[in-house]
């Protein structure tokens, strides 16, 4: 049987002839299509991608909408407003001519947040200081999400249209990066709405738990700062003011508690303790000192900072909490958690080390300080 | 890999390898053991060089197949949508130094103190709030 086959095969080289022109053609497709099937197979990838982004979007949208109905009085339909809250664009200031560009930024970012604060309030009329806070930062998220959507979407159907190699690539290149952003932002809608701590939260953690039981007050918009004495020392410590998320104007309450010295004993110090992205085989929780304006953002904050710290001639440290881009707005891990712990031990180290006693410290928790408290 | 495409439910439109491309695998599949099998029939024949040929398709032919497997477990094995994550809250008493862990509601935030004791008179303070450590994930 399996020779009369072999025969029939071998006899006949007809076939075999024919096979291998089948398969010669299909090189020679092969050699003028590869571009083609390879922009197609990589469409595929992003179509997934988007149909999986296009999920989470929506989740976050319904996620917004049910909160801020929660909030809202009488039988209000939040959706048109919601809607048209996730459209909401920021137009940066121009930077052909530099000069004074920090100013006009935070100057627009002011606006930014106080429209926002507005809308939030006016949709939630219910809804308490923090609560309005913790929905502001849930629409921001779904906001964000809502433009990786409309992105991807772009590239894709741009790509689809014009079957482009170098369009379709542009998007395919980083889409792996761009997943995992997706991915923590659908787990901030979960720690805005319930107003759970996420791993940004690390710095006003760390700050809290060194001014826990000492009076407080306010020292700028959603700032607080304490006096705290610790072995001969006097720390004086900042945060955003919890439990609502906000990251609140770091940049002024240093500069306000430094201009506000004048004429008392000057700080001799600054130490600020910050979330910073840790590189792919670090441990999450892992610890570095250094030296510098820890914060993040678009730089408005840091260049207040730096500017204060200049002007009154202070050393500046940092203390970075690493943690992974998937932590950073997602509900804090257990790693973070502990790490602000020892990043307490830390800070009292640094200011053993490089500070004496009588010595007047500065100590700032930078980030959302969602959850926490003081 | 069957149970996470199970689990997944509605969630997996990654799997566009349908069995259209499964019947073209399985097509390309025999060609190849065919054409080897040819090819190892001429080596002992009279017609050598007609056998190296064979071998060469009959290669590339699986070549082709392992990529596409390959390709579709990269695409199909990218995780679910985000699941919700377990938070718990950390209760410690500042009269009895009790400790307790509970699942996290919302309202709770660190530093809050507004629950009584389970054991004495006062009142406890949250004094932590962090995700549940989650079970090692098999790749
Ligand atoms: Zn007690």
């Known amino acids: 049987m399996y020779l009369q086959v072999g025969q029939l095969l071998q006899n006949q080289s007809d076939i075999g002839m024919i096979l291998q022109t089948l398969f010669s053609l299909s090189f020679i497709i092969y050699l003028f299509y590869a571009q083609r099937i390879q922009a197609m197979s990589m469409l595929r990838a ?17 996620v917004s909408i049910e909160a801020v109905k929660e909030a809202s009085e009488g039988d209000y339909d939040p959706t048109p407003d919601v809607e048209r809250f996730l ?5 940066s200031p121009t930077s052909l001519d530099p000069a004074g560009i920090v100013g006009k930024m935070g100057q627009l970012l002011n606006v930014r947040e106080n429209t926002f604060e507005a809308e939030v309030r006016a949709m939630a009329p219910k809804a308490s200081d923090s609560e309005v806070n913790n929905l502001e930062n849930l629409l921001e ?12 979407r772009h590239f894709y159907l741009l790509g689809k249209k014009t079957m482009n190699i170098y369009v379709i690539m542009q998007i395919h290149m980083i889409l792996p990066m761009i997943v995992r952003e997706i991915e923590a932002y659908s787990r901030a809608l979960q720690a805005f709405r319930d107003g759970t701590p996420i791993g940004d939260s690390v710095g006003p953690l760390v700050a809290a738990r060194l001014m826990h039981g000492h009076e407080w007050s306010d020292v700028a918009k959603e700032m607080v700062a304490a006096e ?17 998320g906000s990251v609140g104007k770091p940049g002024d309450a240093i500069e306000n508690i430094l201009n506000s010295r004048k004429g008392r004993k000057k700080v001799d110090a600054v130490i600020m303790i910050d979330a910073a992205g840790k590189l792919e085989g670090e441990p999450a ?15 408005v904050e840091k260049y207040k900072i730096e500017e204060a710290v200049k002007e009154h001639d202070i050393p500046m440290y940092a203390i970075a909490i690493k943690q992974d881009i998937t932590h950073v707005v997602a509900p804090m891990v257990e790693e973070l958690y502990t790490a602000c712990d020892t990043a307490v031990e830390t800070v009292k180290r640094m200011i053993d080390e490089k500070t004496k006693e009588g010595d007047t410290i500065l100590v700032a928790g930078i980030g959302n300080t969602v959850g926490v408290g003081q | 890999m069957t149970t996470r495409m199970t689990d997944a439910g509605p969630q997996t439109p990654m799997m566009s390898l349908s069995w259209v491309s499964l019947a073209v695998v399985v097509v390309i599949g025999i060609f190849s053991l065919l054409f080897l099998w040819l090819g190892f029939q001429s080596f002992g024949g009279e017609n050598p060089d007609q056998g190296n040929l064979y071998i060469v398709v009959g290669t590339a032919g699986l070549a082709a197949i392992g990529y596409m497997f390959f390709r579709t477990k990269a695409i199909s094995s990218q995780k679910p949508p985000v699941e919700k994550a377990e938070v718990v809250t950390i209760l410690e008493c500042p009269s009895c130094d009790l400790k307790r862990v509970r699942d996290f509601q919302r309202g709770d935030y660190v530093y809050k103190s507004d629950e009584s004791c389970t054991r004495c008179e006062g009142t406890m303070t949250i004094t932590g709030i962090h995700r549940k450590a989650e079970p090692k994930k098999k790749r």
């Open chain 1, 46 to 62: 992003v179509e997934g991608t988007l149909r999986k982004v296009k999920e989470i979007r929506d989740k976050g949208r319904s």
């Open chain 1, 87 to 91: 459209e909401h664009f920021f137009i």
């Open chain 1, 141 to 152: 998220a779904s906001l964000a999400l809502n433009i990786y959507y409309k992105v991807i």
């Open chain 1, 228 to 244: 705290v004495p610790y072995n001969g020392r006097t720390l004086i410590v900042t945060k955003a003011k919890g439990p609502g």
């Open chain 1, 285 to 299: 929780g892992g610890i570095a000192e250094g030296v510098g304006a820890a914060i993040g953002g678009i730089g």
